[in-house]
């Protein structure tokens, strides 16, 4: 086997693979003998035809497609690793020349890592606006857990107030039309937390139990439904009932029920300690995202328009994805941020990823940083219980999907780097500016 790799422009190479006649010749017979032993030849049986009936059966170009699927993949790991080029994508072949008796050629086309030039990652000496917990933070904290335990009491003899949940039939209407989906039975709607459309739940504030009345209000201009969006809709009410929250008395019997406390001061001091857990991550994940950013500052690499486009391309897809989930349209955001506008945001979102993922590479190749079994256990762990699953079950799942456990490496791999700057790196804690 004969091999010469050229560098064309960019990070793009060319290898010319010549495989000789007689190996050629023997995967070209392979691949015939496997394809007979899935096609149905009338007068054989199945793995038994012929290779010329076969060829007649299915076509010589079939047979030299499985022949070059065969042979290719070893070929071009080989000139891979001889040129020691560092390949990010999978390559692909642009042309090549099949004829059984004679040497095959063929021309491939590969994509490798852009050179990155690291600048100081070590020993460098960061500051870091400390975070600060706002002063009504553990009154705010400790009204949630009250809420979470409030419960809701029918009233009677006064209008609804707009910290109150109303209980209502509704039925709307677009242009005399009904509203698909537009109509409840004994809905209760929060007037003070309400994901309506806007001036919906305001109009309900005042109104008396057993009160009919009509609603009007005008759909977003960015809403979901092509139909509805700017479109003016009537509502017809009928308030059927009114319930306000009873927070609970904050005693000890109220600690004892919502955790393994004693006494309220016990239950306090778990609050404070949440919170001061919470401003020492926030300190770590800033003190990291500061580190990062001076180390990524430093680097420089020449990212290939090719790579941005493709990785733009993702971004878009994702986007698209959560927008969907959303209720919402990419088209909608692009009448809001504008065409133009967001795909430059999402290139250099793009830029961003592409390069902040090259220069951890670099890193961890300069220091022999790899991952090992505990990393992705770690990463496995975290997930899972993210989503409630056990780490053996979500490693079966995910275990049929190669591009999550891939991209789950690559956070591990990310995650180590990191740690490994953190150390290598100090960082000063300043209070934050006023």
Known sequence: MKFTVEKEND?????????????????????????????????????????????????????????????????????????????????????FDFTVGQDLTAEVKVETRPEVVLGAYKDLKVEVESAEVP??????????????????EIVVGRPAKDTDIAVIDFEGTVNGEKIAGGDAKNYPLDLGHSNFIPGFAEQIVGKNIG?????????????????????????????????????????????????????????????QKYLDTQ???TNRQNSENAVFAKVIEAASVEIPQAMIDREAESLTNDYK???????????????????????????????????????????????????????????????????????????????????????LSQQALNDKVRDFLMEKNSVELVPAKK
Request: glycine residues 4%.
């Open 135 to 152: 002063e009504d933070a553990f009154e705010k904290a400790l009204n949630n857990v009250l809420n979470q335990y409030a419960t809701q």
């Open 279 to 281: 401003k020492e991550n």
């Open 321 to 407: 994805q959560r927008l969907q989930a959303q209720g919402l349209t990419w088209e909608a955001l692009e009448k809001t941020q504008g065409a133009e506008s967001l795909s430059e945001t999402i290139k250099e979102d793009a830029k961003t990823r592409i390069k902040n993922s090259l220069v951890i590479d670099k890193i961890a190749k300069e220091e022999n940083i790899k991952l090992d079994p505990q990393d992705l256990h770690k990463k496995f762990s975290q997930l899972g219980a993210a989503y409630g699953m056990s780490q053996t079950d979500l490693m079966k799942q995910l275990g049929k999907n190669p591009e999550v456990i891939a991209s």
């Open 11 to 95: 990070n793009i190479y060319k290898i010319d693979i010549t495989i000789p006649a007689k190996d050629a010749a023997k995967a070209y017979d392979e691949a015939a003998k496997r394809i007979a032993q899935y096609v149905n030849v009338d007068g054989f049986r199945r793995g038994k035809a012929p290779r010329a009936v076969v060829e007649r059966h299915v076509g010589a170009e079939r047979i030299k497609q499985e022949a070059l699927e065969s042979l290719m993949p070893k070929a071009i790991a080989e000139a891979v690793k001889e040129n020691n080029l560092d390949v990010i994508t999978q390559p692909y072949i642009t042309k």
């Open 211 to 271: 009160d009919e009345f009509d609603i009007n209000v005008t759909f977003p201009e960015e809403y979901h439904d092509q139909k509805l969006k700017g479109q003016p809709a009537v509502f017809k009410i009928k308030l059927n009932e009114i319930k306000e929250r009873k927070v609970p008395e904050l005693n000890d019997a109220f600690a004892q029920k919502v955790g393994p406390f004693k006494t309220v001061d016990e239950f306090k001091a778990d609050i």
